[in-house]
């Protein structure tokens, strides 16, 4: 069995990853950590929880983590990873990260946009886990750098198409929308009930983090520079993501090759489903799973693409896909805990 911690288990993103590992047929929970809940049984901060595990939330010490742990999942903000994951790795364990601070491979892009790097040197090291794109490189990586949700939306349905050079890569518009546990557990006015609900508003326009994030992997795919247009906004709901993309397509490419692209990207994915033609995705579809539903219409009008995914921001966005990426490193079938049925409601 392997041995599991969740550091950062009572934010919501830690918190799915206990449930899912709570009942992951080959793990053992072994460490919870929590800094404002210390001393107090997980179930009691997550009533749902109550008979899957009785693991009390314990401080972060990496003392503890070498002594209980084979593969640590650092579900904390950003900076505090950067600042223990290097031991972690030198001590031999497998380290998923669902922060940002192993995300960019150009310690100048993540310094741009969140603080100075304190473990440069893994950077190169650390492997973006994007589990459909780098799966063979996941399979041998120590550090994985879990990606974030709004860019999984939008990478998952834009990369075969780039690879193929099927759509103009400089008229890249993406509109996403996501669920309000994407702004995390801790109190802030912009998530409270009252400013929420009824409402629905686009927020850090033309400055959101996961913005060179995405222009990133992007450009890594494609082998040169991609800039985008992306704009998030908060729905009053509690988790998903529906994610809008408007893009130019090149001359003479039709709709059976656009859909021939999807298919041969993803036909044999898990986790990827190609809706039909009237069937759009919907963030109800894919709640409370690993999935990511991608459908697309073409307009003719203007000869413009229009691709959309959906995808629960606390799963595949998330806590899902640490859990794909944990079963990839450590040789395990990439489905294992993560093959619950969607439901209907």
Same mark, same amino acid.
């Given at each position: ?36 809940? =210390?001393? =107090?049984?997980? $179930?009691?901060? /997550? ?5 899957? =595990? ?11 983590? /070498? ?24 001590? $031999? ?16 892009? /993540? ?55 099927? *759509?103009?890569?400089?008229?890249? %518009? ?18 409270? /009930? ?19 994030? %995405? ?10 520079? *991609? ?35 999807? *298919? ?7 986790? %990827? ?9 919907? =963030? ?62």
């Amino acid at each position: 069995m392997i041995r599991a911690a969740v550091l950062g288990a009572t934010g919501y993103a830690g918190a799915e990853l206990v449930r899912l590992l709570a009942g992951h047929p080959q793990v053992t929970l072994t460490l919870l950590t929590s800094r404002q809940y =210390t001393g =107090t049984r997980f $179930d009691r901060v /997550y009533p749902s929880l109550r008979g899957f =595990t009785d693991l009390m939330c314990e401080t972060l010490s990496t003392d503890v983590i /070498y002594q209980k742990a084979d593969v640590v999942f650092t579900a904390l903000p950003h900076k505090i990873p950067m600042s223990i994951v290097p031991d972690l790795i030198a001590n $031999d364990k497998k380290v998923v990260d669902l922060s940002a601070d192993f995300r960019f491979k150009d310690q100048a892009v /993540y310094e741009a946009h969140y603080q100075t790097h304190q473990a440069g040197p893994l950077l190169d090291e650390a492997v973006y886990g994007l589990c459909e794109v780098y799966r063979e490189k996941i399979r041998s990586a120590k550090l994985v750098g879990n990606p974030g949700c709004y860019p999984t939306s939008a990478l998952l349905p834009l990369i075969p198409l780039i690879k193929n050079k099927l *759509i103009d890569a400089d008229s890249i %518009i993406i509109d996403s929308k996501s669920g309000v546990s994407g702004a995390g557990r801790s109190l802030s006015l912009t998530a409270h /009930y009252c400013n929420v609900n009824g409402s629905f508003k686009a927020y850090k326009v033309a400055a959101h983090r996961h913005n060179p994030e %995405i222009e990133a992997i992007l450009s890594d795919v494609a082998g040169q520079s *991609i800039q985008v247009t992306f704009t998030p906004h908060l729905v009053p709901m509690t988790r998903g993501m529906l994610t809008t993309i408007y893009t130019g397509l090149n001359a003479g490419v039709s709709q059976k090759r656009i859909q021939s692209s999807l *298919i041969e990207a993803y036909a044999k994915e898990p986790f %990827i489903r190609l809706d039909a033609d009237h069937q759009l995705p919907d =963030t109800l579809h894919v709640k409370g799973t690993n999935i990511c539903d991608i459908g697309f219409k073409i307009d003719r009008r203007c000869n413009r693409l229009i691709l959309i995914s959906a995808i629960d921001n606390l799963g595949k966005g998330a806590a899902g896909q640490a859990v794909q990426n944990m079963n990839l490193m450590c040789g395990l079938k990439e489905t294992t805990g993560l093959d619950a049925v969607p439901r209907p409601l």
